[in-house]
């Protein structure tokens, strides 16, 4: 799907976004769960990061975290270094090949509303790299919108739902979760979860789940 000609969620789109709009909020409701459940002095990795509030906030909860954060849009790392200082360590850097160009492992891995906006084939190859740099006995939450989000509230306009995806005219989600499709997702032949646990936010219409590294 194109928007003024360029494939949306690829780099040189979300970069145009991030140089254009300013993300100063954060999800707050998976902010209480993440916050809460992570172990001391953890070393956490936010991926798809943004502008950064969340890492930002996160560390300023939980001053004992080491904090990293990434994001493709080099323009969105620039925004998170200039609102948040270096409390946390933002770093541009693609999910998909964490393990070149991220040399440390971590405690926790974080990914809020990020693989909703890749194509169903793209999901395995994200977990894999996530679970590459993801330390035995760590943790990946995982937030996503669920498919009980009133479509209604879309900023987007109409979208269309063909059994498998939920696919807007004008925007960009491939596909919205239950919690099958998150369970799913951590057991596969890339990752092979010990535990996962959910949590339902916002009625059914966010579902955040943790899932857990042998
Ligand atoms: C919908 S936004 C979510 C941002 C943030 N997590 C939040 O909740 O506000 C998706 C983010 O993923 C980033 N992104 C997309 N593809 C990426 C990739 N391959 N590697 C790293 N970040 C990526 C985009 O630049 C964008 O900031």
């Not at 172990?39 to 990061?49: K, M």
């Not at 939450?141 to 269309?160: C, H, I, R, S």
């Not at 989600?173 to 099958?180: F, L, S």
């Not at 916002?202 to 857990?212: I, L, M, N, P, Q």
């Amino acid at each position: 799907m194109l928007i003024e000609g360029l494939e949306i969620n690829g780099p040189e789109y979300w970069e145009i976004r991030h140089r254009r709009e300013s993300w100063p909020r954060t999800s707050a409701w998976a902010m209480d769960i993440v916050s809460e459940q992570i172990a001391p002095e953890s070393a956490v990795l936010e991926v798809g990061c943004g502008q950064g509030a969340f890492a930002a906030l996160l560390k300023q909860r939980r001053m004992d975290l080491d904090v990293v954060a990434i994001d493709i849009s080099a323009s969105a790392i620039d925004r998170a270094k200039k609102t948040y200082g270096d409390q946390v360590d933002f770093r541009v850097a693609d999910v998909f090949t964490l393990k070149a160009q991220i040399p440390e492992t971590f405690d926790y891995i974080i990914t809020i509303q990020n693989f909703e906006h890749w194509t169903p084939d793209r999901h395995i190859p994200a977990m894999r790299s996530l679970w590459s740099r993801l330390r035995p006995g760590g943790g990946v939450f995982f937030t996503g919108v669920g498919k009980a989000w009133d479509l209604t509230q879309m900023n987007y306009g109409p979208m269309e739902y063909n059994g498998q995806a939920i696919m807007a005219p004008n925007d960009y989600h491939y596909n919205n979760w239950n919690e099958q499709e998150v369970y799913d997702l951590f057991n596969n032949h890339a990752c092979k979860a010990r535990h996962v646990k959910f949590w339902r936010r916002r009625g059914k219409d966010r579902v955040v789940a943790e899932a857990t590294k042998s």
